[in-house]
């Protein structure tokens, strides 16, 4: 069993696919602006408190989004939309 974590550029990605600036991320999962815009700042494993990646990954796999682990798939470390049914 891999242990998942949550990267800043998957992050990144996951937006970008969905569309949504830093803000949209904000407002839908409840984490502030800042708090978004300063994460996003650095590169690597997503930092700070636990349940604040847990309301972006949360937020971002409510809208069709599914992280890729290394080890778990043959494409790798990514994200990709599973469905057209965004926001």
């Known amino acids: 069993m891999s242990i ?8 990144k ?4 696919l969905l569309d949504w600036s830093q803000m949209d991320l ?7 602006y800042p708090t978004i ?7 690597g494993p ?3 408190r636990k349940d604040t990646a ?7 796999e409510s809208q069709g989004i599914q992280f890729l682990v290394e080890g ?3 494409n790798g470390v990514g994200v990709v939309l599973s469905n057209a049914e965004s926001d």
Request: charged fraction near 30%; avoid cysteine.
């Open 26 to 32: 904000a407002k839908q999962s409840g984490v502030s």
């Open 46 to 48: 997503v930092g700070g």
């Open 54 to 60: 847990d309301a972006i990954r949360a937020t971002l």
């Open 72 to 74: 778990d798939t043959a």
């Open 37 to 43: 815009a300063r994460l996003e700042t650095k590169d």
């Open 4 to 11: 998942e974590i949550l990267s800043i550029r998957q992050i």
């Open 13 to 16: 990605a996951a937006r970008a």
